[in-house]
C-alpha cells in the first residue's frame, strides 16, 4: 500500500511516516522543508526517514498545484493521504498572516484536488486543532461543541480545512477524517513550542516567560498516542451516518495540566532550576484546553497512555542526545 503524508519533515509527520514504514508501508513523503523553524532539524528527520526501506522522498511546496499534479502522476496508486503540512503556531499568525493562508488554505485545497485524481484514493486524513474551539468556554471540548468564534487566524484557516474538506466529501464522495491535535509534545519536536523553547532555556540559564504565571492548562498529549489515533484514523471502518462520508475526531491526552507543572517536570528532568519570568496572556491563546476523546475511543479505540510524567522525560533524554547537554 502506498501512502502519501505530507510535511513528513515535520514533528508529527515525522512519526507518523516512522511508524507506516514500521509496519511496511511504502510512504512518499513531501515536504518544503519551510525555514519556519531549525531546517537542520526537519533535514535530520528526513534522513532517519530515508535510510529505511520503503520511503520516497519529494521536496515541494503543496501549495503548488504542480508538486501534487507530479506526485499523482508517479503515484497513481495511493490508497491513503495523512495530510499534516501547516504552517503551524498560534503567535507567528500575528506577524505572517499570509503564510498561513498559503499553507494551510490554498495547501489543504490542492490536497484535496489531488484526493479527486488518485482513482485507488480510499481515505483522506487531515490535521485539525485544538484551536479551532476558540473563546469556548464549556470544557472540556466536543466535536460537537460550535467552532465559530476563532481567536486567532491560525484557528480559522484550520476550521476553512474542515469546512473544505466537508464539502469535497459531499460533492465528490472523498472519505476524509480530521483530526484535532490537543499540545503534542515530544522526541523530535518543533523548538518553538513550549516545552522544547523552554527546556532550552533551563539548559542555557535563560529566563522563561510563563504567561499569567503559568495558571493555563494545557492538554499535553504526547506524540505516540497521536501517532496511534492517526493511524487508527487511516485504518478502522469509519461510521460516516447518514451523511457525507467527512468525520472529526478529537485526539488529546483529556488530562489538561497548569504549565506550571510542564516547568517543575522539565526542571527535575534537567536537573536545574527554571528562571522564571510572568507575562500577561497573549493575543489569539486561550486560558485552557481540554479534549473530550469518548467519540475517538469509541470509533478509533484512542486511549492516551502516555501521561506528562513519564512523557517529559522521554523528551528530555532525546533533547540531551540531540544536543549534548
Known amino acids: 500500500m502506498t501512502i502519501l503524508v505530507t510535511g513528513a519533515a515535520g514533528f508529527i509527520g515525522y512519526h507518523v511516516a516512522a511508524a507506516l514504514l514500521q509496519r511496511g508501508e511504502r510512504v512518499v513523503g513531501v515536504d518544503s522543508l519551510d525555514p519556519y523553524y531549525d531546517v537542520s532539524l526537519k ?9 529505511r526501506p520503503g520511503f520516497v522522498a519529494v521536496r515541494g511546496d503543496i501549495a503548488e498545484a504542480a508538486t501534487l499534479a507530479g506526485i499523482v502522476d508517479a503515484h497513481p496508486g495511493t490508497t491513503a493521504i495523512v495530510h499534516l503540512a501547516a504552517q503551524a503556531g498560534v503567535r507567528y499568525s500575528l506577524e505572517n498572516p499570509r503564510a498561513y493562508v498559503r499553507a494551510n488554505v490554498v495547501g489543504h485545497l490542492e490536497i484535496l484536488e489531488a484526493a479527486r485524481r488518485l482513482k485507488a484514493l480510499r481515505r ?28 486567532s487566524l491560525y484557528a480559522a484557516t484550520k476550521r476553512a480545512d474542515e469546512l473544505m474538506s466537508a464539502v469535497y466529501a ?26 522544547f523553547s523552554f527546556a532550552r532555556a533551563i539548559v542555557d540559564g535563560r ?9 493555563l492548562l494545557r492538554d499535553f498529549t504526547y506524540v505516540d498516542d497521536v501517532v496511534a489515533g492517526v493511524l487508527a484514523a487511516v485504518d478502522r471502518p469509519i461510521p460516516w451516518g447518514d451523511g457525507p462520508p467527512h468525520r472529526l475526531y478529537n485526539l488529546g491526552n483529556s488530562r489538561p495540566e497548569p ?19 510572568t507575562a500577561p496572556m497573549q493575543p489569539g491563546d486561550v486560558e485552557a484546553t481540554a479534549a473530550d476523546i469518548a467519540e475517538s475511543t469509541r470509533d478509533l479505540g484512542f486511549a492516551p497512555r502516555v501521561a506528562l510524567e513519564e512523557g517529559i522525560p522521554r523528551f528530555v533524554t532525546w533533547f540531551r542526545e540531540r544536543y549534548r547537554v
Open 259 to 277: 504549565v506550571t507543572r510542564l516547568v517543575e517536570l522539565l526542571e527535575q528532568a534537567l536537573g536545574r532550576p527554571a528562571i522564571v519570568e
Open 170 to 195: 459531499h460533492l465528490w464522495g472523498i472519505p476524509q477524517v480530521g483530526l484535532r491535535f490537543f499540545t503534542v509534545y515530544g522526541p523530535w519536536g518543533r523548538p518553538d513550542m513550549a516545552y
Open 124 to 151: 483522506l486524513v487531515y490535521a485539525s486543532t485544538s484551536s479551532v474551539y476558540g473563546a469556548n468556554e464549556k470544557r472540556p471540548y466536543a466535536v460537537a461543541d460550535r467552532v465559530d468564534r476563532p481567536v
Open 207 to 215: 529566563p522563561i516567560r510563563l504567561f499569567r504565571g503559568g495558571v
Open 43 to 51: 533535514e535530520a528527520r528526513l534522513a532517519l526517514l530515508a535510510a
